[in-house]
């Protein structure tokens, strides 16, 4: 078993930034790529990012490229969501979660997830 806890959501203005955590515990952390997901209200969750294990391969959605970044502290054993240039269509519950093995951007191959935190981007 992966237990995941996600903080540093908020309440933020558009252009500005947040960095979220998630903290992991119960396995070898750098067994498992990390995910990051959304659900804004109304609408299905999203892939977000992804990281591999050791941290050498990332993926990204596209609308978050270049605003977003995906990094990992594996001696801490956490993943961190950094956003930057955030607009108000990133308003969203953003959960983490993990897999064994390789880095997927589809939810249904993750095992492991958070209980989600909220960002919410000021127009």
């Known amino acids: 078993q992966v237990q995941l806890v996600e903080s540093g959501g908020g309440l933020v203005q558009a252009g500005g930034s947040l960095r979220l955590s998630c903290a992991a515990s119960g396995r070898t952390f750098s067994d498992y790529a990390m995910g990051w997901f959304r659900q804004a209200p109304g609408k299905e969750r999203e892939f977000v990012a992804a990281?591999?294990?050791?941290?050498?391969?990332?993926s990204y959605l596209d609308p978050v490229k270049g605003r977003f970044t995906i990094s990992r502290d594996n001696a801490k054993n956490t993943a961190y969501l950094q956003m930057s240039s955030l607009k108000f269509e990133d308003t969203a519950v953003y959960y983490c979660a993990a897999r064994f093995g390789f880095m997927a951007d589809q939810g249904a191959r993750y095992n492991y997830w958070g209980q989600g935190t909220q960002v919410t981007v000021s127009s």
């Open positions: 990281i591999s294990g050791s941290g050498d391969g990332t």
